[in-house]
């Protein structure tokens, strides 16, 4: 079973740029899609950026794509969110998952695990 300990939140003025980290532990780090999510205030989970397993696909949310770019070093078994151009909308706790034998969901939680969170607040 794999853990995940994000890093890298923090506060940014609007149109700053900041680098999220997912440590994984345990597991073998290539076997699991990896991905991101975020939770603003008084909003739902949702989606924001996933990755395949050797980090070639990607996928993205409408509201961060060209803002934001996921990337994967399987050697180090880490995944990094690079978001740039934030804005206050972007403001959230965001989260690390990995899934075993698919594409981390948003609507799933079967073989996927979740990092504790890291906060991102972005002040106009």
């Known amino acids: 079973q794999v853990q995940l300990v994000e890093s890298g939140g923090g506060l940014v003025q609007a149109g700053g740029s900041l680098r999220l980290s997912c440590a994984a532990s345990?597991?073998?780090?290539?076997?699991?899609?990896m991905g991101w999510f975020r939770r603003a205030p008084g909003k739902e989970r949702e989606f924001v950026a996933r990755?395949?397993?050797?980090?070639?696909?990607?996928y993205y949310a409408d509201s961060v794509k060209g803002r934001f770019t996921i990337s994967r070093d399987n050697a180090k078994k880490m995944v990094h969110l690079q978001m740039n151009t934030l804005n206050p909308e972007d403001t959230a706790i965001y989260y690390c998952?990995?899934?075993?034998?698919?594409?981390?969901?948003?609507?799933?939680?079967?073989?996927?695990?979740w990092g504790q969170g890291t906060q991102v607040t972005v002040s106009s």
């Open positions: 998952a990995a899934r075993q034998f698919a594409p981390v969901s948003a609507t799933s939680d079967e073989n996927q695990y």
């Open positions: 345990g597991g073998t780090f290539s076997q699991y899609f």
């Open positions: 990755t395949g397993l050797s980090g070639f696909t990607k």
